[in-house]
């Protein structure tokens, strides 16, 4: 399913990275072994009343002078405008309206996207209700009062915030095609694989069910197959700031993979991995998605019959939470095995929707049992039960035992290789879920 996405906009200092802290506080997932993506708060995801959404701070560096603020901020509200659902505008009730708001404000109203106006920093109703009204005159709407310091009126807010959510949000998934999301840091070459892939016959898709961004998608056709290709709009831009790159990159990351399949996780021969490829490959690993880590420019390195085999300890090193990606070595420039991907794709897509049956399970667990004890604690050892597969995409198991507590990582870790040993599963991530029966 499609979770919506949530841009927040407004200046430095209205109180963004504490709103975006306040909601996403003990909500952010915890994956285990993924670098920099939870301290990273670009994105995160929230859950209110049932819904789930993916939140996005569009604000990046500090500016310091004026006129850098409003163009930071005419930025920040086009990617809102170019990849949200719904916009949060925050403003800040001790500072008042500025002109840069109304700006701002203007440009929202003008993109026709569900905009809700927040003051922040009303700390006290009482004292600060009326500073309020004032903000009525940004003309979008009422102003929704809250202190995202001492957490309050966020109910409200994300009441608000919900109701516009599409109606059909999550109708792709009735799209039979499987959806392909590129990406990667800035300038490895994920334009150059889209429009290799998508070559001469490439249809544009733009009309995407149950959702209201701005998607500009690519079908293509490839052995009589379809495939969709995602992309941001609005996304590929080209700033001459380091940071504000990689911030594009991560937004333009978290907007596609929410919508694919398979994510092609694109590095840069040249470079090889590093730790902002990581952060981006997280994304496509805390969600479960299909993955291929696709090492492009091949052509342009010097090769011996080591090199494939450096590159892939030194990327397995790096993408250590994610030992189940496989990787190809391809070329955007000549061309070099794109072709083969196709078939990557098939692969990585039966993996993820493949169906164990639970007989076939429980005697690898038994076995699994027999040959390796499972731990103990204080005289108390686990004992596993059963297991079942719940989901696909990505495959779901639920292991019911007689204490959760006694259910080590490694232990859990130990059956998933067990059962990657008998389905292979490549590809894709499975998830356990650990069940107590007494
Ligand atoms: P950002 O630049 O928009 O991400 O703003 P920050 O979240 O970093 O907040 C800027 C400053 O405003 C910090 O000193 C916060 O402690 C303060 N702040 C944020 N929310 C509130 C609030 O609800 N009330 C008050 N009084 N201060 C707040
Ligand atoms: P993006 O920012 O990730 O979309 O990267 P682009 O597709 O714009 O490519 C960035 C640069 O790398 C361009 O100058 C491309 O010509 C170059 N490039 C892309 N793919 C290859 C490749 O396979 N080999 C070589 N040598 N250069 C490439």
């Given amino acids: 399913m499609s979770k919506p996405v949530v841009a927040v906009v407004g200046r430095p200092n209205v109180g963004k990275s504490t709103l975006f802290n306040a909601l996403a506080g003990g909500m952010i997932s915890i994956v285990k072994d993924t670098p920099g993506v939870t301290r990273d708060r670009i994105y995160a995801d929230v859950s209110w009343l049932d819904r789930d959404f993916t939140m996005i701070d569009t604000g990046g560096i500090e500016p310091d002078s ?12 086009q990617i809102a405008i170019d990849t949200a659902d719904v916009i949060i505008f925050i403003t800040d009730v001790r500072q008042g309206l500025t002109d840069a708001d109304s700006k701002v404000a203007d440009m929202l109203r003008r993109s026709a996207k569900p905009v809700v106006l927040v ?3 009303v700390d006290s109703f009482e004292k600060f209700m009326p500073d309020v009204y004032e903000f009525y005159n940004l003309g979008i709407g009422d102003p929704i009062p809250i202190s995202a310091a001492s957490r309050l009126g966020l109910g409200d807010m994300l009441d608000v915030v919900i109701s516009h959510f599409p109606e059909g949000a999550g109708t792709e998934e009735e799209d039979e095609r499987p959806r392909i999301a590129i990406v990667g840091k800035p300038n490895v070459g994920k334009s150059s694989i889209l429009n290799k892939l998508a070559g001469e016959n490439r249809a544009i898709v733009s009309d995407i069910a149950g959702t209201t961004r701005d ?3 690519s079908v293509v056709k490839y052995d009589g197959r379809e495939y969709v290709l995602i992309d941001t709009a609005g996304l590929r831009r080209k700033s001459k700031i380091k940071e504000e790159l990689e911030r594009y990159s991560i937004i333009r990351a978290v907007t596609a993979v929410e919508r694919a399949d398979v994510v092609l996780m694109v590095i840069d021969a040249v470079e090889g991995a590093t730790e902002q490829d990581a952060k981006i490959a997280g994304i496509a690993h805390e969600r479960g998605k299909g993955v291929i880590i696709v ?15 450096e590159y892939e300890n030194q990327i397995r090193q790096i993408l250590s939470f994610m030992p189940y990606a496989e990787i190809m070595y391809v070329s955007a420039l000549t061309g070099q095995r794109l ?8 692969m990585v ?21 027999a ?8 005289g108390k ?4 039960y059963y297991m079942t597969q719940v989901a696909v995409k990505p495959p779901t198991f639920v292991i019911f035992v007689n204490d959760r507590e006694l259910m080590h990582f490694s232990y859990t870790r130990y059956l998933e290789n067990k059962i990657r040993e008998a389905f292979g599963f490549r590809g894709t991530a499975l998830r356990f879920y650990i069940r107590e029966r007494k």
């Fill in 66 to 77: 004026k006129d850098i603020i409003l163009s930071q901020m005419r930025e920040q509200a």
């Fill in 119 to 121: 003051v922040n920093k």
């Fill in 215 to 217: 998607a500009i998608d």
């Fill in 295 to 309: 090492v492009n420019k091949w052509d342009a390195i010097e090769k011996t019959d080591k090199t494939m085999r």
């Fill in 339 to 346: 072709n083969k991907l196709y078939d990557r794709i098939d």
């Fill in 349 to 369: 897509i039966a993996n993820q929707t493949l169906r164990v049956a639970t007989g076939v399970l429980n005697e690898i667990l038994t076995e699994a049992v």
């Fill in 371 to 378: 040959m390796q004890q499972p731990p103990s604690d204080k």
């Fill in 381 to 384: 050892r686990l004992k596993l």
